[in-house]
């Protein structure tokens, strides 16, 4: 029999106020109570293990968030599953495909999707961090050195489900309450039938050279969102997951790290870069990589189409939750996408995400205060 404990939350107004301050104007608009009519959330447990872990370590006064860091060992890390691999999400993907080929076929008339959306775009500045005391090593990634912008919002993502730990890839995304990492929705929660995720932790510019593959340490979850479409019907289109974490020393991730901005609404033919850390050959798991190029949507069939896009890549499983950037300048850009679906487990070609529109925004609005 499992015990499970909530995470509680622990902010600083100061830094706070700090990020409200950054955060352009535009993006200060209170979001209607409405908006989160179609998102979903829970809290993140810690498990008995866990827990176990973290009072070895640490004695009986071990914190929830001591508690994890201690469970994911650097060896726990390295052996979680890609999330690709779970029972649950073969099973949705397949079921989702097979509905989408078959609407397809009709013309579209009888897809759930709606048609091409027309809603205006919405925009959030990214947000440079701190990232205090930090020296610079010699890292040997073959893409960036951990302490880059661009390597310090990417991370992996390690969590519990249904009693097996998987792997997935995340990005902070700058907010007024400075806690957001964003994922897939398959990262926080089962789809259709599933449960939420536990034992949740993120760890910025993860990388298995160096000594230490947590150069910034483990953040813990204290609240899981995504949306009702993923949690209710494993609708890729919503495949969308926050994470909004606990301080770390008293820091914001945000106001630490950094934070990529956000956009929505921009259209379905745009140049994007696609980040993560694909954990199959020719792949290890261990680094970040990136796609890039000029997405197009999965399929389209008159004014109907899949509300997903694609662009060409060969990351492999485990960069599911990965961000894509748009307006990337080799530091910042907004996240307009994440890494959602494959085309093939082997030699994969293409990349998919769920199309970012007002279901995207409604989930930022819904977390952005937090």
């Not at 995720?197 to 340490?217: K, S």
């Not at 019907?233 to 820091?251: E, K, P």
């Not at 082997?346 to 007002?358: H, V």
Request: proline share 5%.
């Amino acid at each position: 029999m499992r015990t499970w404990t909530i995470f509680s939350r622990r902010t600083m107004v100061a830094t706070v106020a700090v990020a409200l301050a950054a955060v352009p104007t535009l993006a200060l608009s209170q979001p209607a109570a409405a908006a989160t009519a179609a998102n979903a959330h829970g809290a993140p447990a810690v498990s008995t293990q866990a827990w176990q872990s973290g009072q070895a370590q640490y004695g009986a006064g071990a914190t929830a968030a001591q508690a994890v860091e201690a469970y994911w060992t650097p060896a726990r890390m390295r052996a979680a599953r890609v999330i690709e691999d779970s029972p649950a999400y073969l099973t949705a993907v397949s079921r989702y495909e097979q509905a989408q080929r078959a609407s397809a076929a009709r013309g579209g008339t009888a897809a759930p999707q709606r048609s091409a959306p027309k809603a205006p775009a919405h925009s959030v500045a990214p947000q440079a961090g701190s990232v205090a005391g930090r020296a610079v090593p010699a890292a040997t990634d073959p893409g960036f050195a951990y302490w880059q912008p661009t390597a310090r919002t990417s991370g992996k993502v390690f969590f519990t489900m249904n009693g097996l730990n998987y792997q997935c890839s995340g990005t902070i995304v700058n907010s007024e309450g400075a806690d957001t990492v964003w994922t897939a929705g398959h990262c926080v929660h089962g789809g259709q039938g599933g449960s939420w995720a536990y034992n949740w932790q993120f760890v910025p510019a993860y990388d298995d050279d160096l000594a230490d593959p947590r150069p910034y340490g483990t953040w813990t979850a204290w609240q899981l969102w995504s949306k009702g479409a993923w949690v209710g019907s494993s609708d890729f289109s919503a495949d969308m997951g926050v994470a909004l974490m606990n301080t770390r020393s008293g820091w914001h991730i945000v106001n630490y790290l950094g934070g990529q901005g956000l956009r929505v609404n921009i259209g379905s033919q745009v140049y994007d870069y696609a980040f993560g850390y694909p954990a199959e050959w020719p792949f290890d798991g261990g680094n970040l990589y990136r796609c890039q190029g000029w997405s197009s949507a999965e399929w389209s069939v008159g004014w109907w189409w899949s509300q997903t896009i694609k662009i060409p890549c060969d990351m492999t499983r485990g960069s599911s939750g990965g961000g894509w950037l748009n307006g990337w300048d080799g530091n910042w850009g907004y996240l307009n996408g994440l890494n959602s679906r494959i085309d093939r487990i082997l030699n994969p070609t293409i990349m998919l995400s769920p199309y970012f529109d007002d279901d995207a925004w409604s989930l930022y609005n819904s977390t952005r205060y937090l």
